[in-house]
């Protein structure tokens, strides 16, 4: 799905951005989790499947879980779920 030249740092600016929208929202939500809806309406161009979409955000959280191994708490796990509903809520609401 990706373009063949300079994918990788595409790649990497998404993932960047994903992770800065995922903190904000998380946080004082000073604009930047906006991107999320915004990106919806992109990837249906690239023709992403709003529920590959959605994966990504899985993925991270799965990574950190694993990075985080013992350290990861009770707290932490509901704070992710509450994310993930929101934003699950968020893409599921936006028209294309
Ligand atoms: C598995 C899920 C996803 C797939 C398959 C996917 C796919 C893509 C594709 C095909 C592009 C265009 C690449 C190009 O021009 O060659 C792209 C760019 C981008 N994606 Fe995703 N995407 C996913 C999830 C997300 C999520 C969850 C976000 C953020 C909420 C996001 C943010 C972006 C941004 C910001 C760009 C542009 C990056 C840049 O050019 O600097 N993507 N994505």
């Not at 990706?2 to 990788?8: P, Q, Y």
């Not at 904000?24 to 690239?46: N, P, Q, T, W």
């Not at 799965?62 to 990075?67: M, S, Y």
């Amino acid at each position: 799905m990706f373009r063949t030249e300079g994918s990788e740092l595409v790649k990497g600016s998404m993932l960047a951005l994903t992770i800065e929208s995922i903190l904000d929202l998380a946080g004082e939500r000073s604009g930047k989790f906006r991107m999320i809806e915004c990106e919806v309406s992109s990837h249906d161009a690239y023709g992403t499947p709003r529920d590959l979409f959605l994966a990504f955000f899985s993925m991270i959280q799965a990574t950190l879980r694993e990075l985080a191994g013992a350290d990861w708490t009770a707290d932490i796990d509901g704070a992710w779920k509450r994310l993930q509903a929101d934003v699950r809520d968020r893409v599921s609401q936006s028209d294309t």
